[in-house]
């Protein structure tokens, strides 16, 4: 007998970590640098906010939501970090830019859940919101750190613990974190649930709106922590920062083999979804003549390939499956 499978699924379960093992390969060999311990360390620190990101939005995702407002919420994040390091207090400078973007996840969640609003217009209409805000806050300008908190503030993205970056620290805790959720308690099997069939997942007990208010707040607090460590990388506070973001976190996602209809994928893939971006990004400018731009073409390519992969799942392959006592087929 034979049992097929869908082409997409093949795809979504090895293709992603093959792209990763091909694409280090294919640098090593062209860039003798690219193995360098300090190279690596750079791609790391550079890809762990968009990390942050992608964290929050895998979740979003799975409940068959998007969140446009990302980008948006971690440059307002970085701006209210900026603008209250003069009161000297770093608790006051990291803990409030979270309370407000954790907040405006919340809203996102209040009118997706509660409202009924399409995930695309309520986060597309806070993603206008909270670029705005930053704007008026600013004037439109950059807000530096205050001299006497910026020396320790900076520890958060320049520091080091054991040799590797405290960004990639703190994104490998909440990595686990989500892990740990997504793979061994109730809440993380409630998302699969409400993404996979909204209606069954009702019918079982679960509460669908608790389920995407608690992601959509989660989305908010992830990008709210991006955008403190953004602050603390630049020294400032920039409004017009963190743009498109939301969209590097929705590739990686997808690029991992997370299904953009919700259900299926998880954080595993959405990593190296975020290392296979940040790679070529790593490579572009090692190879020196490249417009960083050219980043942005093959991203896109690569997210377009993977819906149309995930759209035509309909295409099985063929499985060979051995008969029972049969032997040395």
Same mark, same amino acid.
């Given at each position: 007998?034979?049992?097929?499978?869908? +082409?997409?699924?093949?795809?979504?379960?090895?293709?992603?970590?093959?792209?990763? +093992?091909?694409?280090?390969?294919? &640098?090593?060999? &062209?860039?003798?640098?690219?193995?360098?311990?300090?190279?690596?360390?750079?791609?790391?620190?550079?890809?762990?906010?968009?990390?942050?990101?992608?964290?929050?939005?895998?979740?979003?995702?799975?409940?068959?939501?998007?969140?446009?407002?990302?980008?948006?919420?971690?440059?307002?994040?970085?701006?209210?970090?900026?603008?209250?390091?003069?009161?000297?207090?770093?608790?006051?400078? %990291?803990?409030?830019?979270?309370?407000?973007?954790?907040?405006?996840?919340?809203?996102?969640?209040?009118?997706?859940?509660?409202?009924?609003?399409?995930?695309?217009?309520?986060?597309?209409?806070?993603?206008?919101?909270?670029?705005?805000?930053?704007?008026?806050?600013?004037?439109?300008?950059?807000?530096?750190?205050?001299?006497?908190?910026?020396?320790?503030?900076?520890?958060?993205?320049?520091?080091?613990?054991?040799?590797?970056?405290?960004? %990639?620290?703190?994104?490998?805790?909440?990595?686990?974190?989500?892990?740990?959720?997504?793979?061994?308690?109730?809440?993380?099997?409630?998302?699969?649930?409400?993404?996979?069939?909204?209606?069954?997942?009702?019918?079982?007990?679960?509460?669908?709106?608790? +389920?995407?208010?608690?992601?959509?707040?989660?989305?908010?607090?992830?990008?709210?922590?991006?955008?403190?460590?953004?602050?603390?990388?630049?020294?400032?506070?920039?409004? +017009?920062?963190?743009?498109?973001?939301?969209?590097?976190?929705?590739?990686?996602?997808?690029?991992?083999?997370?299904?953009?209809?919700?259900?299926?994928?998880?954080?595993?893939?959405?990593?190296?979804?975020?290392?296979?971006?940040?790679?070529?990004?790593?490579?572009?400018?090692?190879?020196?003549?490249?417009?960083?731009?050219?980043?942005?073409?093959?991203?896109? %390519?690569?997210?377009?390939?993977?819906?149309?992969?995930?759209?035509?799942?309909?295409?099985?392959?063929?499985?060979?499956?051995?008969?029972?006592?049969? %032997?040395?087929?």
């Amino acid at each position: 007998m034979k049992q097929k499978r869908p +082409v997409g699924a093949v795809l979504r379960q090895y293709g992603a970590p093959a792209a990763l +093992v091909l694409l280090c390969a294919a &640098a090593s060999l &062209a860039f003798p640098q690219f193995l360098q311990y300090g190279n690596l360390t750079n791609i790391l620190r550079q890809s762990s906010m968009i990390g942050l990101i992608a964290v929050g939005m895998t979740f979003v995702i799975l409940t068959g939501g998007i969140d446009l407002s990302v980008g948006s919420i971690a440059a307002l994040s970085s701006v209210i970090a900026a603008t209250l390091s003069p009161k000297g207090s770093i608790a006051l400078t %990291v803990f409030a830019p979270l309370v407000v973007s954790t907040a405006l996840g919340l809203i996102n969640g209040l009118v997706v859940a509660k409202l009924r609003i399409a995930p695309f217009i309520a986060t597309l209409g806070m993603m206008m919101a909270a670029r705005g805000a930053a704007l008026v806050m600013t004037d439109g300008v950059s807000v530096h750190l205050d001299n006497a908190l910026q020396k320790d503030f900076k520890l958060l993205a320049q520091g080091y613990f054991l040799g590797i970056p405290a960004p %990639v620290w703190i994104l490998l805790l909440v990595f686990l974190l989500g892990l740990y959720i997504s793979r061994k308690t109730k809440p993380g099997r409630y998302v699969f649930a409400v993404g996979g069939n909204e209606e069954a997942a009702r019918m079982m007990g679960i509460p669908p709106e608790r +389920v995407k208010l608690a992601v959509y707040t989660a989305s908010g607090l992830m990008a709210g922590l991006a955008g403190v460590i953004m602050a603390s990388r630049l020294g400032a506070g920039q409004p +017009v920062s963190c743009d498109g973001w939301e969209m590097d976190a929705i590739a990686a996602a997808a690029i991992g083999g997370t299904q953009l209809s919700g259900g299926q994928g998880g954080l595993s893939g959405t990593m190296i979804g975020i290392l296979i971006i940040g790679i070529i990004s790593n490579m572009i400018n090692l190879q020196g003549s490249l417009n960083s731009w050219w980043q942005s073409i093959i991203t896109g %390519v690569l997210l377009l390939f993977v819906v149309m992969l995930q759209s035509g799942a309909h295409i099985r392959l063929p499985v060979r499956r051995r008969k029972h006592g049969a %032997v040395g087929d």
